[in-house]
């Protein structure tokens, strides 16, 4: 498997930490861990690099999310990694609140931060982990993206399961992670559950 970039969207400051549209972020943390790497300033961003048989990288953008290219663009030049290598972890309005989803290629689908990728990069071949955050009750985008999660375990066991298909791809490659991953929820097997998550 040649180099990988994962990377994990966000928006810096302590006022967007465990907000929806920072699941990016909260899942590059918890991969960063499991590979025991840590984060360095560069390339308009923190990034670490890991080792499986290959070395990997992660990288959090610090440039806030409609900038995010500005800080991809460089990492994948410098270190020639091809799009196809780049896996961009994000939030997604469209898929209900803890499920996830690999997806190949295609348009932003109003992504601010993979439409800054996609324009910067020159290209939309590349690999997207989409985890779903619902939308709101109250028809409300901005409020609800910035907004915090309702509860930490909900949370916590989200990114637990972005970060397994994250790990599962780097491991055993995108098909593998594909097959055992896309369309998994958080709340496979509990009956009756709310996934909606209200601002």
Do not use: C
Request: proline share 2%.
């Amino acid at each position: 498997m040649s180099n990988l970039l994962i990377v994990g969207l966000g928006n810096p400051g302590s006022q967007y930490a465990k907000t929806r549209h920072n699941l990016g972020f909260m899942v590059a943390d918890r991969l960063a861990e499991r590979f025991g790497t840590g984060f360095k300033d560069g390339f308009k961003g923190l990034w670490g690099e890991f080792r499986t048989d290959e070395k990997h990288f992660i990288l959090k953008p610090m440039t806030y999310m409609n900038l995010s290219g500005q800080s991809v663009a460089p990492f994948m030049s410098f270190y020639k990694i091809e799009a196809e290598s780049l896996i961009v972890i994000q939030d997604d309005l469209d898929m209900e609140f803890g499920r996830i989803k690999f997806r190949k290629d295609g348009s932003s689908g109003g992504h601010n931060g993979i439409k800054s990728i996609i324009e910067l990069i020159g290209t939309d071949k590349f690999v997207r982990l989409k985890m779903g955050i619902g939308k709101s009750r109250r028809g409300e985008t901005v409020g609800h993206v910035l907004g915090k999660f309702e509860s930490d375990a909900e949370l916590d066991k989200f990114i637990e399961l972005g970060t397994d298909a994250a790990e599962a791809l780097v491991r055993n490659g995108l098909k593998s992670a594909m097959n055992s991953y896309n369309n998994k929820s958080v709340f496979d097997g509990e009956e009756g559950q709310d996934k909606t998550q209200q601002v």
